[in-house]
């Protein structure tokens, strides 16, 4: 009898826990979405007059502004188009944080996809005096379904911080086939550069909002600290990992995997639908 009634207590008192850690997570949630909700509808209500700050920034600049004017323009649209980036990036965080964001499954040729990222990002390349070179595993399928725009974000957010932090030096986009498995391909991804590197203490924290290198890099290269916030969402709404491994003089390597699935084989369709 003595027994049961400590029994019961116990279970009370455990009961009694559990309703005290449900109400925190029940406010905590409660907390996370009032701030996602505030943040959504400041970074909307920026973005009007914003654009329209920008618009005018350009149009001035195509008048042919007298040369001390052209500072004060330059200044403007530098600053407009940092805001925009800024604001754009928070409403990108905020969507993936309130799981309002899908997973399209869109059938796509990874080399096709990184060739267009390549082009695209040739001129930036040139800037800095940077090969940038691609090497595609050929055993990778050509028929991967995933979604494109997310890996394409991911990418194209890594290959720019290393086309920024890099000077007269290489990036190189690896991709390779990593397994075979359960109709899947799963990809290894990298994204190298021969560029300033992170220093140890930071490397972790470069993932998190607003953080950045250091105040001098920060001061030269400018830019929201954002960005990997981003990359590293993006890379677990896909069920990967992001991994960086990075010398400071030497270059940074950041790396993932993701899983993809393969869509069926246009010749074997073709195949199935001959007499
Ligand atoms: P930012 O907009 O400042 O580039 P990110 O979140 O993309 O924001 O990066 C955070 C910080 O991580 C950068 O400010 C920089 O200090 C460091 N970083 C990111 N990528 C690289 C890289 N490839 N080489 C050196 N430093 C990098």
Redesign the pocket.
């Known amino acids: 009898y003595k027994n049961n009634v400590i029994r019961n207590q116990n279970n009370l008192v455990l009961k009694e826990k559990n309703k005290e850690l449900i109400l925190a997570k029940n406010k905590a949630e409660e907390a996370s979405r009032a701030r996602t909700e505030f943040l959504s509808t400041v970074s909307h209500e920026l973005r009007t007059p914003l654009n329209a700050i920008n618009g005018i920034a350009h149009l001035l600049l195509e008048e042919n502004p007298k040369e001390s004017q052209l500072k004060y323009l330059d200044s403007l649209k530098f600053s407009g188009n940092y805001l925009t980036t800024f604001i754009n990036e928070i409403l990108e965080i905020n969507k993936i944080d309130s799981s309002k964001i899908e997973i399209e499954k869109i059938s796509f040729d990874l080399k096709a996809l990184l060739n267009n990222i390549q082009n695209s990002l040739k001129e930036l390349a040139a800037a800095n005096n940077n090969h940038f070179l691609l090497e595609i595993d050929d055993a990778i399928p050509d028929n991967l379904i995933g979604d494109t725009t997310k890996l394409s974000q991911i990418i194209l957010n890594l290959i720019n ?2 086309l920024k ?1 890099t000077q007269n030096g290489k990036v190189t986009v690896t991709a390779k086939l990593y397994a075979l498995e359960n109709e899947q391909a799963i990809v290894y991804f990298e994204i190298t ?1 021969t ?4 220093a140890k203490d930071k490397q972790k924290k ?1 993932f998190e909002s607003f ?3 250091s105040v001098e ?2 001061r030269k ?1 400018g ?7 981003i990359v590293k969402k993006l890379i677990h709404l896909l069920g990967g990992k992001i991994h960086l491994e990075s010398e400071v003089g030497k270059g ?1 390597t950041f790396s993932f995997k993701l899983n993809f699935d393969i869509s069926k084989n246009i010749s074997k369709n073709t195949e199935e639908t001959q007499p």
């Not at 560029?195 to 992170?198: L, T």
């Not at 830019?223 to 916030?229: D, R």
């Open positions: 911080n290393a932090f550069d560029g300033i590197g992170i470069v953080s950045q290198g890099v920060n290269y830019g929201t600290g954002l960005g990997l916030t940074s």
